[in-house]
């Protein structure tokens, strides 16, 4: 299955784009220069924290693809002020999202 078959498949299972619950807290994954990769990488590890997260990146065409925790941060840093991404767990429980303004959130 391509990048953007699995974005297609699987999209409807992430919620929307801007969350609006006042305990998701949002924070800088970009500091003016760079994507902030290891702001990234704590981010999913503490509010998702699994071996593999799915991610989806609102390009186009859309693409998603499953990858390790230890190497999610770097792929969705080259996306940071790009496109809006999401993380999820593999079986969308809990979920970030990385604005394409460089911040993120997630659901504690």
């Not at 929307?16 to 949002?26: F, H, I, R, Y």
């Not at 290891?38 to 186009?60: A, D, F, K, N, P």
């Not at 770097?74 to 990385?98: C, G, N």
Request: overall charge negative; glycine content about 4%.
């Amino acid at each position: 299955m391509s990048p953007a078959e699995f974005f297609d498949e699987i999209a409807l299972r992430f919620p929307a784009l801007w969350p609006q619950m006042p305990e998701w807290d949002w924070v800088n994954v970009h500091d003016g220069e760079a994507p902030m990769t290891t702001v990234i990488s704590e981010l999913l590890e503490r509010l998702i924290g699994t071996q593999e997260v799915v991610v989806l990146v609102h390009s186009e065409p859309g693409i998603a693809v499953a990858l390790p925790m230890e190497s999610a941060a770097r792929y969705i840093a080259t996306y940071v002020l790009k496109h809006e991404v999401q993380v999820s767990d593999p079986l969308f429980t809990h979920f970030v999202t990385v604005s394409k303004t460089g911040v993120a959130t997630g659901d504690a």
